[in-house]
């Protein structure tokens, strides 16, 4: 993927640089696979910028953990101890947010989803992180669990340079109104179609 | 992403372990982001399974770099040092391939792409990964410089278990119809359209 040059430039007042700088907010949406998996691609990619980032899984198992999640955390410690890269901290919901007394609260996943983007909120506000992956938040604003403008007003306004993704299905209307970058990825072809069960390495 | 049930299970007399463990061909196609993302993300993955990661760039560019690269080739010299996830090769093109004594012959991309496909070939024949991540890949053989039956068909009869993902624009039809899994990436909305250029850890 060659280094892009803007199709056209904007009358907006701003350097190359100032654009260039401008910190994004991405959604990855669709119902194919690579949502999350490019989501955490880009915060190893961040980490090796030296970037603090900050994962936020909105899944409501307790159970469910992904390789990336053993990676990026190797990164995290990595850096503690050499200062390569940057720091990570990886949190989810389903195993009870880890700043919260409440461990995975089964009953209540409105709950748990409303904690979580009130602690998002916090970070924004402090500028707690460079990177924040929300990895499947759009599902908690589909059903109603967060609420849509409330996201969509603290992310346009958060302070600093502080980069955001959200991935999930069924990305909201006024977020993806909101984001700067959205991609979709589209299932073309899946060997679950052939009554292949997710595998290994492949699906975590 | 939770763990996928099949949606319809096929009288193909293989067991569900069997089907499961059926190596993968992977296609991430389309002209949104996140086609050789995600396959990073996949290869990271794989390390944390162990796995024996080979990724090929097929980038004319000998100066193009992308964090993704440190980040694995650190996970591979990890995996020497303790043990951890599995041993990690990236070759690239533009820089003259590794294992070539011409290095960078910028006069001829497509000699220097038909001997990239020359090596995987028999990498694949040889049992040498078991992820291959053929970056850029769909190119080459847009631009008929490797032939896309030949690929078809070592991919299509690679012995043993080895997991293939090939991105890029453009996909042949012959390798679209070869692999098990397809996923498109679409672009929604991009800032680049509004005059802003790659930056550093989002695009590179």
Chains 1, 2 share one sequence.
Request: charged share 25%; glycine share 12%.
């Amino acid at each position: 993927m060659p280094q892009g040059q803007p199709s056209n430039v904007p009358e907006d007042g701003l350097t190359t640089r100032q654009r260039r700088n401008r910190p994004l907010l991405m959604v990855h949406t669709g119902d194919g696979k690579g949502k999350s998996t490019a989501a955490f691609g880009l915060a190893m990619r961040g980490w090796n910028q030296g970037w603090n980032i900050g994962v936020f899984q909105f899944v409501k198992s307790a159970k469910w953990r992904v390789g990336e999640q053993t990676v990026l955390e190797r990164l995290g410690r990595l850096h503690a101890e050499t200062g390569e890269g940057g720091p990570v901290e990886w949190h989810k919901m389903g195993s009870g947010w880890s700043w919260s007394r409440t461990r995975g609260s089964e009953a209540d996943h409105a709950a748990d989803a409303a904690e979580g983007w009130a602690e998002i909120k916090r970070r924004l506000a402090a500028g707690a992180h460079d990177l924040y992956v929300l990895d499947e938040f759009t599902y908690p604003i589909a059903w109603g669990w967060v609420d849509a403008e409330d996201v969509v007003e603290t992310l346009a306004n958060r302070p600093g340079h502080q980069h955001v993704i959200v991935t999930g299905r069924r990305a909201h209307p006024r977020l993806l109104e909101t984001a700067d970058l959205v991609t979709e990825m589209t299932k073309v072809k899946h060997p679950m179609d052939d009554g292949q069960k997710g595998q290994r390495g492949i699906e975590w």
